[in-house]
Nanobody
Framework: QVQLVESGGGLVRTGDSLRLSCVAS????????AGWFRQVPGKEREFVAA????????EYADFMKGRSTISRDNSTNTVQVQMYSLKPEDTADYYC????????????????????WGQGTQVTVSS
């Protein structure tokens, strides 16, 4: 059974940092790109950051450029995103996901390009 389990969310203040982690089981992340998305109730899930299967390329949403770093450790089946200078508008449920296709050259940024998803971890940023 494939599982992606996110952790690291919580309640923080404006300007704080958080590191979200995603551990996969039942599937190897080794040859798949991985991404982070977020969703606020009533809104569509939106792209946050992504990294290619070998970590050589990353992609960030405009609102996260300069405020986040995505990384991966294929030996531990883990993908992380470090977020800095958090703002109240970053409040959302954050989800990790694995690419539909292996060995993609560029990190995918669309929801439809991912097939395995975690249950999400909640991030709340107070003003």
């Amino acid at each position: 059974q494939v599982q992606l389990v996110e952790s690291g969310g919580g309640l923080v203040r404006t300007g704080d940092s958080l590191r979200l982690s995603c551990v996969a089981s039942g599937v190897s992340v080794r040859y798949r790109a991985a991404g982070w998305f977020r969703q606020v109730p009533g809104k569509e899930r939106e792209f946050v950051a992504a990294i290619t299967w070998n970590g050589d390329r990353t992609e960030y949403a405009d609102f996260m450029k300069g405020r986040s770093t995505i990384s991966r450790d294929n030996s531990t089946n883990t993908v992380q995103v470090q977020m800095y200078s958090l703002k109240p508008e970053d409040t959302a449920d954050y989800y990790c996901a694995l690419d539909v296709f292996p060995l993609r050259e560029n990190p995918p940024t669309r929801v439809s390009e991912y097939d395995y998803w975690g249950q999400g971890t909640q991030v709340t940023v107070s003003s």
